[in-house]
């Protein structure tokens, strides 16, 4: 326990009051990451804790095949989470990432038939980058909320991929494009390696760039962020880019696999994403969470859909079965983090108390 | 058998397993208004809280006329007629003062239902006139078009319509004017002449030693004195305070010739807040801008900064004119700003405290990939140098107490090596001790060639450490003096009346 709090104001380095050394981050890295990932941990568990229930009531879930199945299911929204992830960290939020997957298929589809495989990739990409963009654009700089805006470019989206084609689907894909869901790199499915790749540069762009640290500073106080110099537009619009490009990619992946460009392609795409970043830790007001929780969240989401099939339960529970893991998951959240492991020990003339 | 209103008996409190409070007892008398000192830390907000029922003690007794009574929350305090007003105000920004006011009273709904705002007008008004307030506020207004201050006197209000005869103020006059602490206090008298009693907590001395009739220091969690404030000193109640002799807090200053001019800011104008001010900053100068609350300092101050966009003027910075335009612009050219709200515009509080002091200087110089081992080093010299007390490089800043924010943000400016530093009421809500820390630095700034800009809405500080005094009056510049000049009288006549425009 503390003695009486030292004479701090006399000049002498009062090193005493320190419980713990500062700047001890790479002496206490195990610890650190405790602390850090506290929230990630616990759904981990829960994660393991699921897979291996479902091993004990189902055979078929713990196989190669299986797996490959779950990484493909997981693959779409969990590229997208990536940017989801990144957007609700700045306090917004993307509700266009399914519209504008579809819209970029769907013209950069028509470019793919007219032009050939590069061309038509490229055009997918950019449509998705430059649709990022403009939700960007319209948000730093009109600063109308992220809610209306991905919204509104949502419904367009949608809207005009509806118009384009008259609702009809692109079929009888080039048989080059089929390299994002059918190819490999030494076994490893391509869309895997893509995803493992988004999601490991991903993580350093949040953690060890000047970006990602922009990133949790703009969530966490907005206005003292641009008061110490943070350029907040170019910030907020570069993590909406970023999230129209990989809503593209995803697409990418899923309409090479299915061979066909439809113009539903992506429904439900936001509510998947943001449903897997909150899972994973994510605070919706910003500034806190990790990607190392989305995957989880993205996994622990792919799993339930995947086991609740394997064993038999009726789709129709699916939707009940994810709605009470948000909930019990933001839930867990708050206790853990009402239950002060991360509240640094002070004494009460550091505390304000 | 005790006279007392209420009596505390060895109060204990800690949160995490670390004390605020080691077994506080004392006497709160009839129809006194005593004051509760100490540092920020010294656990006087506990206590409060603890009285008022916001939170509970681990250990002790709380006895209200001699019985023995306990509060699971404020709604307990407040029928067994202990009110209190927190710092942070419990008001409803959508709804009218009268709505606020009675908010949960029954009186102001007809059989527990339905909205009986009549009889609500009719006697917010009548509360209003048994007071005599001289500040004339419509019940029908929002609360969120009301000052701060306005916004207190509704507070008060809702502990009147409660019937509290024990009325705590924690740290009332942190955010008013000296003409609205004035006001405070005459209303804070009028409500001891009719009866009530009142604990006021502060660690202003003027303040105590001009309203206060008894006062209790604690320090560190400990009742360290208990005197009727007539027969303390000021330099006896500072003693007691922080547990030593201070010196003189206000005598730091060493005095210099100040260099050339580095800005110069010509007919700024702002929205009507910011009407055509000019002033001129030197090398190595501490400028003080003086004013009541709203007289446009802080706006003028954020427009300078680039933090608000100025509707005309011209800035001249080395030589170079034209606006700043943003924050951003502002820190590369070599100015830095302590913001009025550390909390809202000066700190990410949920963030950790190395990421806050790295963030303006990543801004404007560092590159791309953050290199976490250098980081570190440079966050370690600045908590060295300015003894920042840290239990980790780690740990969120809000866990900080308030000196230790400011002197975060203070980092976070240093490190980005500008010449010229904004500092918008820079000790607010930070404790002497880190004040007495923040005045020496000031010093050594000015020594070392930075140009200070000083808002402080604290005459002796400002007397104190500026070498020139500006003072602002409804959005304008109206009257300059020298250090040697300027008294407290001059200013506050200069500040307080509408002048004749110089």
């Given at each position: 326990?503390?003695?009486?709090l030292p004479d701090i104001w006399n000049g002498n380095k009062g090193?005493?009051?320190?419980?713990?050394?500062?700047?001890?981050?790479?002496?206490?890295?195990?610890?650190?990451?405790?602390?850090?990932?506290?929230?990630?941990?616990?759904?981990?568990?829960?994660?393991?804790?699921?897979?291996?229930?479902?091993?004990?009531?189902?055979?078929?879930?713990?196989?190669?095949?299986?797996?490959?199945?779950?990484?493909?299911?997981?693959?779409?929204?969990?590229?997208?989470?990536?940017?989801?992830?990144?957007?609700?960290?700045?306090?917004?939020?993307?509700?266009?990432?399914?519209?504008?997957?579809?819209?970029?298929?769907?013209?950069?589809?028509?470019?793919?038939?007219?032009?050939?495989?590069?061309?038509?990739?490229?055009?997918?990409?950019?449509?998705?980058?430059?649709?990022?963009?403009?939700?960007?654009?319209?948000?730093?700089?009109?600063?109308?909320?992220?809610?209306?805006?991905?919204?509104?470019?949502?419904?367009?989206?949608?809207?005009?991929?509806?118009?384009?084609?008259?609702?009809?689907?692109?079929?009888?894909?080039?048989?080059?494009?089929?390299?994002?869901?059918?190819?490999?790199?030494?076994?490893?499915?391509?869309?895997?390696?893509?995803?493992?790749?988004?999601?490991?540069?991903?993580?350093?762009?949040?953690?060890?760039?000047?970006?990602?640290?922009?990133?949790?500073?703009?969530?966490?106080?907005?206005?003292?962020?641009?008061?110490?110099?943070?350029?907040?537009?170019?910030?907020?619009?570069?993590?909406?880019?970023?999230?129209?490009?990989?809503?593209?990619?995803?697409?990418?992946?899923?309409?090479?696999?299915?061979?066909?460009?439809?113009?539903?392609?992506?429904?439900?795409?936001?509510?998947?994403?943001?449903?897997?970043?909150?899972?994973?830790?994510?605070?919706?007001?910003?500034?806190?969470?990790?990607?190392?929780?989305?995957?989880?969240?993205?996994?622990?989401?792919?799993?339930?859909?995947?086991?609740?099939?394997?064993?038999?339960?009726?789709?129709?529970?699916?939707?009940?079965?994810?709605?009470?893991?948000?909930?019990?998951?933001?839930?867990?959240?708050?206790?853990?983090?009402?239950?002060?492991?991360?509240?640094?020990?002070?004494?009460?003339a550091?505390?304000?108390? | 058998?005790?006279?007392?209103?209420?009596?505390?008996?060895?109060?204990?409190?800690?949160?995490?397993?670390?004390?605020?409070?080691?077994?506080?007892?004392?006497?709160?008398?009839?129809?006194?208004?005593?004051a509760?000192v100490g540092e920020n830390g010294a656990?006087?907000?506990?206590?409060?809280?603890?009285?008022?029922?916001?939170?509970?003690?681990?250990?002790?007794?709380?006895?209200?006329?001699?019985?023995?009574?306990?509060?699971?929350?404020?709604?307990?305090?407040?029928?067994?007629?202990?009110?209190?007003?927190?710092?942070?105000?419990?008001?409803?920004?959508?709804?009218?003062?009268?709505?606020?006011?009675?908010?949960?009273?029954?009186?102001?709904?007809?059989?527990?239902?339905?909205?009986?705002?009549?009889?609500?007008?009719?006697?917010?008004?009548?509360?209003?006139?048994?007071?005599?307030?001289?500040?004339?506020?419509?019940?029908?207004?929002?609360?969120?078009?009301?000052?701060?201050?306005?916004?207190?006197?509704?507070?008060?209000?809702?502990?009147?319509?409660?019937?509290?005869?024990?009325?705590?103020?924690?740290?009332?006059t942190a955010?008013?004017s000296k003409?609205?602490v004035?006001?405070?206090?005459?209303?804070?008298?009028?409500?001891?002449?009719?009866?009530?009693?009142?604990?006021?907590?502060s660690h202003k001395l003027e303040e105590i030693f001009e309203?206060?009739?008894?006062v209790?220091v604690?320090r560190?969690?400990?009742?360290v004195r208990?005197a009727?404030t007539?027969?303390l000193s000021e330099k006896e109640l500072i003693a007691s305070m922080v547990g030593r002799d201070m010196g003189d807090l206000y005598s730091v200053r060493h005095r210099q010739e100040p260099g050339?001019?580095?800005?110069?800011?010509?007919?700024?104008?702002?929205?009507?807040?910011?009407?055509?001010?000019?002033l001129?900053l030197r090398k190595g100068e501490v400028v003080g801008i003086s004013g009541l609350?709203?007289?446009?300092r802080?706006?003028?101050v954020?427009?300078?900064?680039?933090?608000?966009?100025?509707?005309?003027?011209?800035?001249?910075?080395?030589?170079?004119?034209?606006?700043?335009?943003?924050?951003?612009?502002?820190?590369?050219?070599?100015?830095g700003?302590i913001?009025e709200?550390r909390?809202?515009?000066?700190?990410?509080?949920?963030?950790?405290?190395?990421?806050?002091?790295?963030?303006?200087?990543?801004?404007?110089?560092?590159?791309?990939?953050?290199?976490?081992?250098?980081?570190?080093?440079?966050?370690?010299?600045?908590?060295?140098e300015l003894q920042i007390k840290?239990?980790?490089?780690?740990?969120?800043?809000?866990?900080?107490s308030g000196g230790n924010q400011q002197k975060?943000v203070i980092a976070?400016w240093l490190?980005?090596?500008p010449d010229i530093i904004f500092m918008d009421e820079p000790t607010r809500g930070i404790d002497i001790g880190a004040k007495f820390e923040l005045y020496h630095l000031i010093d050594q700034l000015a020594a070392n060639g930075k140009t200070i800009l000083l808002v402080s809405s604290e005459l002796p500080e400002i007397l104190a450490l500026s070498d020139r005094i500006l003072v602002m009056?409804?959005?304008?510049?109206?009257k300059a003096f020298s250090h040697d000049e300027a008294t407290e009288e001059l200013i506050m006549a200069s500040s307080?009346?509408?002048?004749?425009?110089?």
């Amino acid at each position: 326990m503390w003695r009486a709090l030292p004479d701090i104001w006399n000049g002498n380095k009062g090193v005493p009051i320190m419980e713990q050394k500062p700047g001890s981050w790479s002496g206490n890295a195990l610890r650190n990451v405790f602390a850090d990932y506290r929230v990630e941990l616990v759904m981990l568990l829960a994660f393991v804790l699921l897979c291996g229930g479902l091993t004990i009531l189902s055979p078929e879930f713990l196989t190669w095949g299986n797996a490959k199945n779950l990484m493909w299911q997981a693959t779409s929204v969990g590229i997208i989470a990536i940017g989801q992830c990144l957007i609700i960290l700045t306090a917004g939020i993307d509700l266009s990432v399914g519209g504008v997957a579809a819209f970029s298929a769907m013209f950069g589809g028509i470019i793919l038939m007219k032009y050939g495989v590069v061309a038509g990739v490229a055009a997918i990409l950019l449509f998705g980058a430059f649709l990022g963009t403009i939700n960007g654009f319209l948000i730093s700089y009109t600063r109308l909320a992220p809610f209306i805006v991905t919204l509104g470019v949502a419904s367009v989206t949608r809207s005009l991929t509806y118009v384009i084609t008259d609702a009809h689907s692109i079929v009888g894909l080039p048989k080059g494009y089929k390299v994002f869901g059918y190819g490999d790199l030494g076994g490893v499915p391509v869309y895997m390696v893509i995803l493992g790749a988004l999601f490991l540069i991903g993580h350093i762009l949040l953690t060890r760039t000047k970006f990602g640290r922009f990133i949790y500073a703009i969530g966490s106080n907005e206005e003292a962020a641009r008061l110490a110099g943070v350029n907040i537009r170019r910030t907020k619009a570069i993590a909406y880019t970023i999230t129209g490009l990989l809503s593209a990619v995803a697409v990418l992946i899923i309409t090479s696999r299915l061979g066909a460009i439809d113009p539903d392609t992506g429904a439900g795409w936001e509510m998947d994403t943001i449903a897997a970043v909150v899972i994973g830790g994510c605070s919706l007001s910003g500034g806190k969470g990790s990607l190392v929780g989305t995957l989880i969240g993205v996994f622990l989401i792919t799993v339930l859909h995947n086991g609740l099939n394997i064993i038999g339960v009726s789709p129709f529970w699916q939707g009940s079965a994810i709605g009470t893991v948000i909930i019990i998951s933001v839930l867990l959240d708050r206790v853990l983090g009402n239950m002060g492991k991360r509240k640094p020990r002070m004494l009460p003339a550091l505390s304000g108390k | 058998m005790s006279e007392a209103l209420l009596t505390v008996r060895d109060l204990e409190k800690s949160y995490d397993g670390i004390f605020a409070l080691k077994g506080v007892s004392l006497e709160v008398q009839r129809g006194e208004i005593l004051a509760l000192v100490g540092e920020n830390g010294a656990g006087k907000s506990t206590l409060a809280k603890i009285i008022a029922g916001v939170t509970r003690a681990n250990a002790g007794t709380l006895e209200l006329d001699g019985r023995q009574v306990s509060f699971h929350g404020t709604a307990q305090a407040q029928s067994a007629g202990i009110a209190i007003v927190l710092q942070e105000f419990n008001l409803i920004p959508h709804l009218t003062i009268a709505e606020n006011i009675f908010l949960t009273h029954e009186s102001a709904y007809k059989a527990g239902f339905w909205q009986d705002n009549a009889t609500m007008l009719a006697k917010t008004v009548e509360l209003f006139d048994r007071l005599e307030l001289d500040v004339h506020l419509d019940p029908r207004a929002k609360v969120m078009d009301l000052s701060v201050a306005e916004q207190q006197i509704v507070e008060i209000m809702k502990a009147l319509v409660v019937d509290a005869r024990l009325l705590i103020l924690d740290e009332p006059t942190a955010t008013l004017s000296k003409q609205e602490v004035a006001k405070l206090f005459t209303l804070m008298r009028r409500l001891r002449d009719r009866g009530m009693t009142l604990v006021f907590v502060s660690h202003k001395l003027e303040e105590i030693f001009e309203i206060a009739t008894r006062v209790v220091v604690l320090r560190d969690g400990l009742k360290v004195r208990e005197a009727l404030t007539a027969a303390l000193s000021e330099k006896e109640l500072i003693a007691s305070m922080v547990g030593r002799d201070m010196g003189d807090l206000y005598s730091v200053r060493h005095r210099q010739e100040p260099g050339e001019p580095i800005l110069e800011v010509r007919g700024l104008c702002r929205g009507n807040r910011v009407t055509d001010c000019s002033l001129t900053l030197r090398k190595g100068e501490v400028v003080g801008i003086s004013g009541l609350v709203g007289a446009g300092r802080t706006e003028l101050v954020r427009a300078i900064f680039g933090a608000d966009r100025p509707s005309s003027g011209q800035v001249v910075l080395r030589g170079r004119s034209g606006w700043i335009k943003s924050p951003l612009e502002a820190i590369r050219r070599g100015i830095g700003m302590i913001p009025e709200d550390r909390k809202a515009h000066g700190l990410l509080v949920n963030l950790p405290v190395y990421q806050n002091i790295t963030l303006a200087y990543l801004a404007v110089k560092g590159a791309f990939w953050i290199r976490r081992g250098r980081e570190e080093a440079m966050v370690q010299t600045r908590i060295d140098e300015l003894q920042i007390k840290v239990p980790a490089l780690r740990s969120p800043a809000g866990a900080l107490s308030g000196g230790n924010q400011q002197k975060v943000v203070i980092a976070k400016w240093l490190m980005t090596e500008p010449d010229i530093i904004f500092m918008d009421e820079p000790t607010r809500g930070i404790d002497i001790g880190a004040k007495f820390e923040l005045y020496h630095l000031i010093d050594q700034l000015a020594a070392n060639g930075k140009t200070i800009l000083l808002v402080s809405s604290e005459l002796p500080e400002i007397l104190a450490l500026s070498d020139r005094i500006l003072v602002m009056n409804q959005g304008r510049i109206v009257k300059a003096f020298s250090h040697d000049e300027a008294t407290e009288e001059l200013i506050m006549a200069s500040s307080a009346h509408v002048a004749s425009i110089a």
